[in-house]
């Protein structure tokens, strides 16, 4: 299992979601990304994108204006 | 005794009509020329009330950008590009004309912020506008340079190309909505967000990139 950072700060939405779903397809299952993004709307952004594509969301933190986000790839 | 049925406007209900008749009155005349007082005016409230709500006039800005965020009303196009995997940039770069052309309709407000925060040369407006424009022409620059990674679309700068292409839209919508042309109004939103689409894909398009689909 490895982990991707993908820093997205700076990027407003759609941007960080698709810069995401880019990096996720090119890691094998299991594998993970790490997301930091500095919009707001990021945060439901990324759960929502998580349920409906069958990633699964590890972890979600927010220090000051600067949101963190541990995705796992899932199987599909 | 007679019960009053006038209803108390509670503290978000009053900062959400002092946002609205703002917008309105900025719209109508201008940044500059519109007063704390006018705004409490036309809410039927006093100054001190509205500068309890919002202490700055960017408070008030920063209000009006959250009303008119293009977030809210962003959604169709953004289910499009998070959950199909496949999209196809000409489907969304239409769906996202058709989308500004059909707010600026629906909301003149929009657009008459824009002219008058140009206009006036209003710091605070003119970043108002910048955060409500700056998403789309972000999204339209990140298009361009992916086509340009993949060889689709010619080299150059994709920012600038996307500035160019949110321009023309706005101009577009300005003839359509402010000045009311009916040149610019023979066809629907969707028809001319097709149009104006196609003649962006048709110039940074290599031959690789053709679709060979004419408008």
Partial sequence: MSTTSLDCSGLNCPLPILRLSKAINSVGAGDRIELIATDPGSIKDVQAWTNQTGNTLIESRQDAQRYTFVIAKGRQ | MTKSVRHKLSAAERRSLIVHKAIELFAQQGFRATRVKDIAERVGTSDALVFQHFPTKRDLYDAILD?????????????????????????????????????????????????????????????????????????????????????????????????????????????????????????????????????????????????????
């Fill in chain 2, 67 to 215: 009303e008119l965020c293009a977030r809210r009303h962003f959604t169709e196009v953004e289910q499009l590009l998070y959950y199909a995997p496949e999209y196809d940039v000409e489907d969304v770069l239409q769906r996202l004309s058709t989308w500004v052309m059909e707010q600026t309709e629906a909301e003149p407000a929009w657009l008459r912020l824009t002219l008058y925060a140009a206009l006036e040369q209003d710091d605070g407006a003119a970043d108002l506008i910048d955060e409500h424009f700056q998403r789309i022409i972000d999204y339209v620059a990140y298009e361009v340079a992916e086509g340009q990674h993949s060889g689709k679309f010619k080299a150059g700068d994709a920012r600038l190309l996307a500035r160019d292409f949110f321009a023309g839209l706005l101009g577009l919508s300005v003839m359509r909505t402010v000045a009311r042309d009916p040149r610019y109004r023979l066809d629907p939103p969707r028809a001319a967000a097709t149009v104006h689409v196609a003649t962006f894909l048709r110039g940074i398009r290599t031959h690789e990139g053709e679709s060979g689909n004419e408008v």
